[in-house]
């Protein structure tokens, strides 16, 4: 499976990997999602719905979607389905084949929610290479559908296009594009993600659907690659750490210090690390 991912990302840009998360994770970032939705009717003294649709459009009432992707987003962090989601067996094996085993995730992201009838190209975005917005190009990407129907369209791909480099753009689009370039329109399912690169160009499919389409972006990268980007701007949590890392923390400085530990009756850190998970 791996050596047919990896083939389609380098001949693509992207693949799409399908059942690879348990929907019991969807489920619980779509639980959190709503339930935090509600908190806010809630607080306004509104009534709220199962639906988390009606919940979402009431709330859009209040504050920006902006501002709704922002605080969504930080609740699933928070609440640790961005881990749990990059942790299922095959897409961890996926990246650490790719990227190493020291890996870490973005934090301060946001969701894409797509709905019906939108024109503002904040959300229904045109044909663009995430390396524009400052992410590294030793970094991977992955869109995760988190509430998706058939109808509800996904995202589209420019076959090849991360093969063309770094392509001028003006105001948030490409100023030229090659031509007989080949495009697709990515079918995915709830469970499955695309995975693709910093340069690959691609952009929003409209929603058709009367229903809010969720997605989270979200990108990985190996924490000792040279960072290229703006990775130095954002926050990143660490995923996965080899035993090259692990033993740096035992060790615990770079001087190496003599006995440093001998002795010593206090958890190492790594039970810390597992009681916070908790």
Wanted: with cysteine.
């Amino acid at each position: 499976m791996i050596e047919t991912v990896k083939n389609k990302l380098i001949k693509n840009g992207y693949v799409t990997i399908n059942n690879v998360i348990n929907k019991r994770v969807i489920n619980s970032a779509k639980k959190i999602i709503n339930n935090e939705l509600k908190l806010i009717l809630k607080k306004k003294r509104l009534k709220t719905f199962n639906s988390i649709t009606k919940n979402f459009l009431n709330c859009k009432k209040i504050f920006s979607q902006h501002h709704l992707q922002v605080i969504l987003a930080k609740k699933l962090e928070t609440n640790g389905i961005y881990h749990s989601l990059l942790s299922e067996k095959k897409i961890v094996n996926i990246l650490v084949n790719f990227l190493g085993p020291d890996i870490e995730y973005e934090t301060n992201n946001e969701l894409a929610i797509n709905i019906t009838n939108v024109k503002d190209d904040y959300y229904l975005k045109k044909y663009h290479q995430e390396y524009w917005s400052g992410v590294g190009i030793s970094c991977m990407l992955l869109w995760i559908p988190l509430n998706l129907k058939s109808n509800m369209g996904s995202i589209e791909m420019i076959k090849e296009s991360h093969k063309w480099g770094h392509i001028p753009h003006k105001n948030r689009e490409p100023v030229h594009l090659p031509n007989n370039y080949k495009s697709e329109n990515i079918k995915i399912t709830e469970g499955s993600v695309v995975l693709f690169t910093p340069l690959t160009i691609h952009r929003t499919v409209p929603n058709k659907s009367n229903e809010i389409r969720i997605a989270l972006p979200i990108s990985v990268r190996n924490w000792y690659y040279p960072k290229s980007g703006n990775e130095d701007l954002w926050e990143y949590k660490k995923l996965q750490t080899s035993f090259y890392s692990k033993f740096r923390k035992i060790l615990g400085n770079k001087e190496f210090s003599p006995f440093r530990t001998l002795g010593e009756t206090r958890k190492s850190i790594f039970e810390y690390e597992k009681l916070r998970k908790l």
